[in-house]
């Protein structure tokens, strides 16, 4: 795939550089609007379970052309069907990357046997521990970190509407014990359920926190750990060398961020029942399918994906701040920090030669409304122009429709007031608060003034369930490629975590000796401080 340029090297680099300082620097949304009263048309696509409004966007007709034209050049096309062909384009490990085969439907696909051999497996236990009157369990307890937990934490309480009302589902990551211990004091050996997920199964964090469940378990009398503890990983031997004789495996080409579609998902699958896991399979199968089919001009992760390049390489945005108006996705932030800044945060090319352009933004964000009532201010006023996504949901599960409405109502209000802004003559006319009555009008409309043209996307969802939210997570994870693919990089491999962790291991000794030998003065002194 190397004979494809990298994208700086095209002409429709240059020309979307052009078309940058022409066009791009000044561009006006309110003034797009006016010129084009199909703007809203032209810009909103249709996705499987996801309608995107791009029209609050920093782009007109011209720069689609120019990004398409990239898009062109830099074969992204052929290198999409390379992808989820199998090729091993994740090179620097020398793997294919193929969490897609997770979510084909039986028969389909690579890997096909194996897949559902795993998966009707999963899901025939997950369906055991469900009849909780058989089964006696009343707690989950997922262990494990990074992806081996981000996926099912954020899918839980996106589901909860699904969820199983007599099963309650704990989260430990941290390899801090505050995170462990809370947990623990819930719980009842004989009526808990461990997963011990961890693609490799050495993750320090996880195998620390297994290990001290187990000795809890233990201590508290527990029985037949065979029934209580299960293992969800690639590398069985270790899984029975803990001690686990019930393990649900999955494979070197699912990426740890890409993998709660494999078992990594048990949780989900406990949480919301076979039928409904299939059904998230099913909706991010969908979107597989719009992402390998559909024309580039109408592929919704795609265009995403040419967005984000466009501003974080023309514009030079530097973050994106995802506001999902929909509680059930607090963790959705959380979950595409590691999709998009694990997978895209790097500096060199396939070829190992250092970038001359950006890449990952930051991803951050929080649920409307709470955002709105924390760090909008800075999004409407600061001195950053940061782009926003904002994520609605038309249906509620609930029956407080009063409450939806105002959910809804605000998080339009947040992208109006984005664009819209407030001049300084419309502050002017603007009530004065009593308190600063004795201020000086025109300053205080100063103070009282949005720059506006601030821009966002809307992506709405008809209604949250197992199958759009799947086609939510698979969207994103195909708008992840496009902007690495674009920018050459290897979005599949993360060895930026592993300096820390080398660092880790050589510390943690002398942490106990208090040996500083050869240590910077900052870390020498640190650890005399910390020491116990
Ligand atoms: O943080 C690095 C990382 O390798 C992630 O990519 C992965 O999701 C996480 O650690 C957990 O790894 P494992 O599933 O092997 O415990």
């Known amino acids: 795939m190397n004979h494809y340029p990298r994208c700086d090297r095209t002409t429709a680099w240059a020309a979307l550089a052009g078309h940058f300082e022409a066009h791009g620097r000044e561009f006006d949304l309110r003034e797009a609007f006016d010129r084009d009263p199909s703007r809203f048309e032209a810009l909103s696509f249709e996705a499987p379970e996801i309608f995107a409004d791009l029209s609050k966007n920093l782009l007109d007709k011209a720069t689609l052309t120019f990004l398409l034209d990239l898009a062109l050049e830099c074969g992204l096309s052929e290198r999409r069907d390379a992808l989820l062909a199998g090729d091993p ?3 620097t490990e020398g793997r294919a990357v193929l ?6 439907p039986r028969g389909e696909g ?10 009707d497996a999963m899901l025939a236990f997950a369906q055991e521990v469900r009849d909780t009157e058989r089964s006696g369990i009343t707690d989950v307890v997922n262990i494990g970190i990074g992806g081996s937990d981000l996926g099912p934490q954020m899918a839980v309480p996106a589901l909860d509407a699904f969820a199983h009302r007599q099963l309650r589902f704990h989260f430990v990551s941290n390899v801090d014990g505050h995170d ?7 719980l009842h050996p004989e009526r808990t359920l461990f997963i011990i997920a961890s693609k490799t199964f050495t ?10 469940a187990r000795d809890w378990f233990d201590a508290q009398g527990g029985v037949d750990r065979a029934r209580h503890f299960v293992g969800v990983t690639t590398n069985l031997q270790a899984a029975a060398a803990f001690g686990i004789t019930r393990t649900f495996g999955f494979w070197d080409w699912v990426g740890g961020r890409y993998s ?8 989900i699958a406990i949480a919301i029942g076979p039928e409904n896991f299939r059904a998230l399979l099913d909706g991010a199968h969908a979107m597989d399918r719009h992402f390998a089919n559909t024309p580039l001009p109408h592929n919704l992760p795609v265009l995403l994906g040419l967005l984000d390049v466009w501003y974080r390489n023309f514009h030079r945005f530097s973050s994106r701040s995802v506001a999902p108006y ?6 959705l932030p959380a979950y595409l920090q590691q999709l998009e800044m694990e997978s895209n945060g790097k500096q060199v090319d396939m070829a190992g030669q250092r970038l001359p ?9 929080e649920p409307g409304t709470n955002g709105q009532h924390a760090f909008f201010q800075m999004l409407h006023q600061g001195t950053d122009v940061i782009p926003v996504e904002f994520i609605a949901v038309r249906r509620a599960a609930h029956g407080l429709s009063d409450l939806h409405r105002k959910l809804l109502a605000n998080c339009l209000a947040q992208s109006q007031a984005l664009m819209k802004g407030k001049t300084a003559p419309e502050a002017m006319t603007d009530k004065v608060p009593t308190a600063a009555a004795s201020f000086d009008r025109a300053v205080l409309s100063q103070h009282r003034t949005f720059p506006g043209n601030r821009p966002s996307t809307t992506l709405v969802l008809e209604s949250l369930t197992p199958r759009s939210l799947g086609a939510l997570i698979a969207m994103y994870e195909h708008r992840v490629w496009t902007s690495g693919a674009l920018w050459g990089i290897n979005s599949f491999d993360q060895w930026g975590v592993e300096l820390g962790k080398a660092l880790c291991n050589d510390l943690l000794p002398r942490m106990d000796s208090g040996d500083t030998a050869g240590l910077d003065a900052s870390t020498a002194g640190l650890i005399r401080r910390l020491q116990t």
């Open 180 to 186: 462990l211990t809370p947990v623990l004091r819930q």
């Open 357 to 365: 352009f950006a890449t990952s933004p930051v991803v951050w964000g």
């Open 89 to 91: 384009v994740n090179a």
């Open 326 to 331: 929909h509680q059930g996705l607090k963790r």
């Open 99 to 104: 969490h897609t085969a997770l979510r084909a």
């Open 260 to 267: 709660m579609w494999s078992a990594i998902g048990l949780p």
């Open 110 to 119: 690579p890997h096909a046997h194996q897949v559902h051999e795993v998966l």
């Open 203 to 212: 993750t320090q964090e996880t195998m620390a926190n297994a290990h001290a």
